[in-house]
């Protein structure tokens, strides 16, 4: 999986979030791109501008090599963003490309051994 960050902000700005550190507010060392969307195509072509205020939602996307988009998770500005859950679902959409079935409900950790591969997906709980 390639995780891309994207927001609004400028080059300048995205230097800054990440020269300072986490207890001080900032993002800290990032071993991701950040991409800027001064312009806003990108917010505006994946649904997530908030034009009035002219920067996007939080969203979270989960785009297959394939360029199909296995998941999507947008929110008010107010509300944060899981990592853990971003992960959780990339393992999901991993085991179901590996084993083509889908995912008992109740699964939160996809480590070998934790589900059953021989589940048929036949059974929705």
């Not at 991701?32 to 501008?49: A, E, F, H, M, Q």
């Not at 920067?55 to 988009?69: E, G, L, N, R, Y």
Request: some cysteine; glycine content about 6%.
């Amino acid at each position: 999986a390639e995780v891309i960050a994207i927001s609004t902000d400028s080059q300048y700005t995205h230097l800054a979030w990440t020269t300072t550190p986490r207890k001080q507010g900032g993002l800290g060392s990032m071993n991701i791109p950040i991409v800027s969307d001064k312009s806003l195509r990108i917010s505006t072509r994946y649904g997530v501008l908030d034009e009035d205020l002219g920067v996007s939602f939080k969203a979270v996307f989960i785009i297959d090599k394939h360029q199909t988009i296995r998941h999507m998770s947008i929110s008010d500005m107010a509300i944060p963003r899981s990592v853990d859950e971003a992960l959780r679902v990339i393992q999901a959409c991993q085991f179901v490309d590996k084993y083509g079935t889908i995912c008992p409900m109740r699964s939160k950790n996809f480590e070998a051994g934790e589900l059953d591969p021989e589940f048929d997906g036949s059974k929705v709980e």
